[in-house]
């Protein structure tokens, strides 16, 4: 059974800085291209990056410099580095493989609040 459980959500001002996790159990972290989605209200659900197996990473040109995922293997754990964070950011924030989701392994997500 596939379980992804994201976390490191929270308030934070423009600017400022966040690091979210998203820990992975079964075979899809080993074998699956993964990436971090984001939802904002009223938004539909929107692929912001991304990260081979092999450390191949592709972004959204809405974050591009300014967001990054590393993975650690051995951990089974996917990061998003969020730095220079806007207003415009604000979301919740969920992990699945990628580029394709999987709908059956959506995890609660974690949100994500910029205040200007």
């Known amino acids: 059974q596939v379980q992804l459980v994201e976390s490191g959500g929270g308030l934070v001002q423009a600017g400022g800085s966040l690091r979210l996790s998203c820990a992975a159990s079964?075979?899809?972290?080993?074998?699956?291209?993964m990436g971090w989605y984001r939802q904002a209200p009223g938004k539909q659900r929107e692929l912001v990056a991304r990260i081979t197996r092999g450390g191949i990473t592709n972004y959204a040109d809405s974050v591009k410099g300014r967001f990054t995922i590393p993975r650690d293997n051995a951990k089974n754990t996917v990061y998003l580095q969020m730095n220079s964070l806007k207003p415009e950011d604000t979301a919740v924030y969920y992990c699945?493989?990628?580029?394709?989701?999987?709908?059956?392994?959506w995890g609660q997500g974690t949100q994500v609040t910029v205040s200007s």
């Open positions: 079964g075979s899809i972290f080993s074998i699956n291209e």
């Open positions: 699945n493989r990628a580029p394709y989701y999987d709908g059956r392994y």
